[in-house]
């Protein structure tokens, strides 16, 4: 049997962790919260949310850093809080992420149709699905490595098509477009910063806040893919702490400004938006991205071209990333023995190859869009994810509640027996254990106004139903118990990877330096004459 390589370099994991936070939701997606709450409300959901997470970065990065074990948050949960919890955070992280997979992919037709509007047809959609799940096999079945390579150039396109978007909002808003219209803010006056939602007046424009806060916590993520693949960084102390410090930055840069600059180059009132979230949802195209609808409306003729290709690649990429970490959490909970035990199989690559199989699924549920339309299965399918992120997070910050516990209990000095100490800790954990839990509870509420929808019920409160079963289902056949303090181990596998990091005799190499040292190598091998 083998086990996963730690293969994973500096800039690698960068990549991933910038590529894996970046996805449909903040090129298209988003455009539903400014449809539904306006431009200020999106940025101010946007702004808050991204606090929140930072809140749970801040605690999985000191846990992670220190115990960059596989399986990741999932397994740290079991051991160091209950055996339950880490089964439901095996689960629910593995269905979250695999159900993301038909999401990316129907997106991914919902974008090509830009193109060519016959792809929504059911033959050519049915293609387009078979496509890209081949694709991502073959990405993922090969090895560790050529998938970190794989998805360093895709992330490397995303923070591409960020900056291009940023630049284009700057010069467009200053009059550098072909209808010279400097429209600057515009947007936040007319039609106005705040929409109306559901109801009239203020309780309406509460409810466009409402609207744009859920948007923000689907879109919002990027903690936990640093710790999924933190077993298989190179030098994992170093790196993945890299990694997560650059994180608030990116809440930062690629959701916070990504939400103001949405909001000046698109108003919640375009025919265009509208039609998209308050018609059928049985059709629709790239065109939902407000970035280009607002190229469309101001003449712009070959940027949407450019940019709707780089959504392309920004979509694939993050499918590729759902499909290898579904394919590690499942492996996760084969190890600790919540799932059968001949998923623990790695094949002489580092690939948990039966793990994959039963992945590989989850895509085909991308062809429900053959019969439904591309736009009403993705309302479909974030509305049930975002539950089982929401219980991602509040898992992570619970676990660092009594992991903070049992440092103090065991004498453990933070500060200084850690590769990274959090900081405004435990206030934070419990800061964000209650946002998100609130936010969990509430972010369906309109299933039961203004009267009873069964359908919109079960898709925002699945995630949370099966949390309770699988949670309650598990304590009680497993009789498992809660670990106290004074009983969590905090040493664990922590001598193995002092062992592993010290074989190193070479000082870690830096981002950058990584960097420039591929540009040399790749300008060498193509110097070199052919013998």
């Known amino acids: 049997m083998g086990h996963l390589h730690r ?25 539903g919260g400014l449809a539904k709450g306006g431009p200020g409300s999106l940025l101010i959901a946007y702004a808050l949310y991204s606090l929140v997470l930072a809140l749970v970065n801040n605690s999985i990065a000191e846990m992670s850093t220190y115990m960059p074990i596989a399986g990741g948050f999932v397994r740290l949960a079991g051991y160091w809080v ?55 096999g073959t990405l993922n079945i090969l090895a560790v490595k050529f998938y970190g390579e794989a998805e360093f150039w895709l992330s490397g396109g995303k923070l591409i098509l960020i900056f291009i978007l940023f630049s284009f909002t700057l010069v467009t808003m200053c009059g550098g477009n072909p209808k010279h219209d ?36 689907f879109t919002v993520v990027g903690p936990e893919y640093i710790s999924m693949v933190s077993a298989e960084a190179q030098r994992p102390s ?3 702490k890299s990694a997560f410090k650059t994180v608030y930055y990116r809440f930062c840069i690629f959701f916070v400004i990504g939400a103001l600059t949405v909001g000046i180059v698109c108003a919640y ?63 996760s909970l084969a190890l600790e023995g919540r799932a059968p035990r001949f ?21 085909f549920l991308s062809f429900l869009q053959v019969a439904n339309g591309s736009a009403k299965v993705l309302s479909w399918l974030i509305s049930i994810v975002t539950g089982g992120g929401l219980i991602t997070f509040m898992i992570m910050s619970i676990t660092f509640i009594n992991y903070h516990k049992a440092c103090e209990v065991q004498g453990v000095d933070r500060k200084t027996e850690r590769p990274y100490c959090g900081y405004f800790q435990p206030y934070g954990a419990y800061i964000a254990l209650v946002v998100q839990g609130v936010i969990l509870l509430t972010y369906g509420y309109y ?22 079963i699988l949670f309650g289902g598990w304590k009680i056949v497993k009789r498992t118990r809660y670990i106290r303090p004074h009983e969590v181990d905090l040493v664990w596998e922590r001598p193995q990877i002092d062992a592993y990091e010290n074989s190193f005799s070479e000082p870690p190499v830096g981002f950058w330096t990584e960097m420039i040292q591929m540009v040399r190598l790749r300008r060498r091998e193509k110097s070199q004459p052919d013998v």
Request: charged fraction near 10%; proline fraction near 4%.
């Open 447 to 468: 299933a039961f106004r203004p009267k009873w929808d069964t359908e919109v019920f079960f898709q925002n409160y699945s995630m949370q139903i099966l949390a309770v």
């Open 269 to 331: 009132n375009d025919p265009t938006l509208v039609k998209i979230y308050f018609g059928n949802g049985s059709t629709g195209s790239a065109a939902a991205s407000p970035y280009v609808i607002a190229m469309e409306s101001l003449g712009i003729k070959v940027l949407p071209h450019i940019v709707n290709f780089l959504i392309l690649t920004s979509i694939f990429s993050a499918g590729n990333t759902y499909t290898y970490c579904a394919t590690r959490a499942l492996y």
């Open 7 to 31: 293969r994973l370099n500096n800039r690698q994991i960068q990549l991933i962790a910038a590529g894996g936070s970046i996805g449909t939701a903040l090129f298209i997606s988003i455009g």
């Open 238 to 240: 170093i790196f993945i």
């Open 343 to 363: 998923l623990r199989y790695c094949n002489r690559r580092g690939v948990p190859i039966w793990c994959f199989c039963v992945v590989m699924c989850f895509p």
């Open 82 to 136: 209950d055996d339950a919890l880490g089964f439901l955070a095996g689960w629910n992280f593995f269905l979250y992420e695999a159900l993301v997979i038909p999401f990316e992919i129907t997106a991914l037709t919902f974008v090509i149709s830009f193109w060519n509007a016959d792809v929504t047809n059911p033959g050519p959609t049915a293609g387009v699905c078979a496509a890209v799940i081949v694709c991502y």
């Open 182 to 217: 400097a429209y600057g803010f515009r947007h936040f006056s007319n039609p106005g910063s705040f929409a109306e939602y559901l109801s009239g007046g203020d309780k309406g424009r509460f409810e466009g806040f409402l609207a744009c806060l859920w948007s923000a916590a």
